[in-house]
């Protein structure tokens, strides 16, 4: 520690982003000089960011420590293999977008490659029928892979879905019992430095004053501190994602746990279904320009499986990112940082990779300007990246039987998606060096909604045809044999980590 050493971080707002944010920060900032304090207010409502998350949260988890059966346990989590898009590409179709990996390179090659050529030769099936996570979400199956699993076994990854309510409530008690403080109370006036600017204080409804030297707004959709104390600024991304709302509403469900997320395409937007041990997390997203509120929420209600739990909730939102994600001494997480409809489940994964990189990031008190630049840098790429790949799936589409489709189809994309595709459609390549959405996602997406290559990479002429041909139906086979011996989803939950039979909780709007 030295002079310039910040010793009070204050977290405005709690929900998922919020204690997951004081969770992380009370394991890496247990240097005992820095304290954490979160504000919440019970009278405000909380916008859950979503129930079905994406893999790296594995490693979040890990690096907290957390007992992965506890956190199952304790959410009423299921496990995640993937995601089934219908009626995306075309009504009546369907694909699956996997976890994991696609068969095997060989020579270097990428799989992909190699199937495209035999795509060529003869009728293949759907590219997911060589993704190991896919074949045994096609049979329901689950089971964690394990340190010393073999092929196929081992091309196994997952997330979770989960009670985002039950989440922030179990990272709350991790985050407290390592010395995190709570403060009750809603937040009325924003106190700023007349020197330079910076939020020095919050005052609450009650009269408490809280001063900090770092904070982190959480504050959802209003943005308290970033929009308006600090006047950031939003980049509107409503041309490219046009729907602009929201209605959730939980039902009961069957026996049977599949083991992914579905996402269905509707006139004017889609839905989701999203099953967890306690009940099945529904939504609608949609476009308020082509359906009404109503009628969005009657199409809802008519696709619900199950018997419903509790009123819809109804959301609005725009699409686009805070410009700046830190500015001053303020950085924005969650909602208040941005908002990218979950159609690939990618809002708490934001929240991961801002709380990363403000820890690989952390200022002083001196707020150099190389690290907030470098931090916004990052965060704006990242937002990019997921953006384009949300744009794709409304790009890439042959349906013309709604207005709202039709105007999808024939928009204009930002160039570096332009670019991605056309490199696919050439010959299938794909250069994806982010931490999020590899190869196999974007081919799995593109060859998905309809795009395929006019011709595959000449590197693999290199290799002999027949080897090929028969190195890919001995992959096929082995991942339809693995999954066969595997366990049912429901019957793995069972046996390691099923939740409590306590009353459910009230369901947030899943985001």
């Not at 099936?125 to 996570?133: E, Q």
């Amino acid at each position: 520690m030295n002079e310039h050493s910040i010793r009070e971080v204050v977290i405005v707002g709690g929900g998922t982003a919020g204690w997951m944010a004081a969770a992380a920060l009370s394991r890496y900032l247990n240097n005992g000089y820095t304290r954490t304090t979160l504000i919440e207010s019970e009278e405000i409502g909380i916008v859950g960011v979503g129930e079905a998350t994406i893999p790296p949260l594995l490693s979040f988890n890990a690096l907290l420590g957390i007992n992965e059966n506890d956190f199952v346990r304790e959410t009423k989590a299921t496990f995640k293999l993937g995601i089934e898009f219908v009626n995306w590409g075309a009504l009546g179709h369907r694909y699956f977008h996997p976890f994991g990996t696609l068969g095997q390179d060989l020579q270097g090659i990428p799989f992909h490659q190699l199937y495209l050529r035999e795509r060529q030769r003869r009728e293949l099936p759907d590219i997911s029928d060589w993704a190991m996570s896919a074949v045994a979400a096609a049979q329901g199956k689950f089971a964690r892979p394990g340190r010393g699993a073999q092929y196929p076994l081992n091309q196994v990854l997952y997330a979770f879905h989960f009670d985002a309510g039950l989440y922030a409530r179990f990272l709350r008690g991790y985050a407290e019992h390592a010395g995190v403080r709570r403060v009750e109370g809603k937040i009325v006036d924003v106190r700023l430095s007349g020197e330079n600017g910076h939020v020095e204080a919050v005052e609450l409804g009650d009269g408490p004053v809280v001063e900090g030297e770092l904070f982190i707004d959480c504050s959802g959709f209003r943005g308290l501190l970033i929009e308006q104390a600090l006047e950031t600024g939003y980049e509107d991304w409503s041309h490219w994602l046009p729907c602009d709302r929201a209605i959730a509403a939980p039902c009961s469900h069957g026996v049977r746990l599949d083991p992914f997320t579905r996402s269905t395409a509707h006139s004017a937007g889609w839905q989701w279904r999203i099953p967890l041990q306690h009940r099945m997390g529904n939504g609608h997203v949609y476009c308020s320009a082509f359906i009404s509120d109503d009628e969005a929420e009657q199409l809802l209600r008519s696709n619900l499986e199950g018997e419903l739990l509790a009123e819809p909730r109804r959301l609005s939102f725009t699409t686009g990112r805070r410009k700046l994600a830190w500015n001053r001494n303020v950085i924005s997480l969650g909602l208040s940082s941005g908002f990218v409809e979950p159609l690939e489940s990618t809002s708490i994964h934001l929240i991961q990779a801002g709380i990363a990189r403000l820890i690989a990031l952390f200022p002083d008190k001196r707020f150099n300007p190389i690290e907030r630049d470098e931090y916004n840098r990052r965060m704006q790429s990242l937002f990019e990246w997921v953006r384009d790949f949300i744009i794709l799936h409304y790009k890439a589409t042959a349906r013309d039987d709604s207005e709202f489709w039709k105007r999808c189809a024939a928009m204009e994309i930002p160039d570096s998606l332009a670019g991605r595709v056309e490199q696919f459609r050439n010959k299938g390549r794909v250069f994806a060096d982010a931490e999020l959405f590899n190869t196999v996602s974007w081919v799995s997406v593109m060859l998905g909604q309809g795009i395929v290559p006019d011709d595959y990479d000449p590197v693999v002429d290199g290799l002999d045809e027949n080897k090929i041909a028969q190195a890919l139906e001995q992959m096929r086979v082995s991942m339809l044999e693995t999954a066969g011996r595997l366990p049912m989803h429901e019957e793995f939950v069972a046996q390691c980590c099923a939740g409590t039979n306590a009353a459910a909780q009230p369901a947030e709007i899943v985001l």
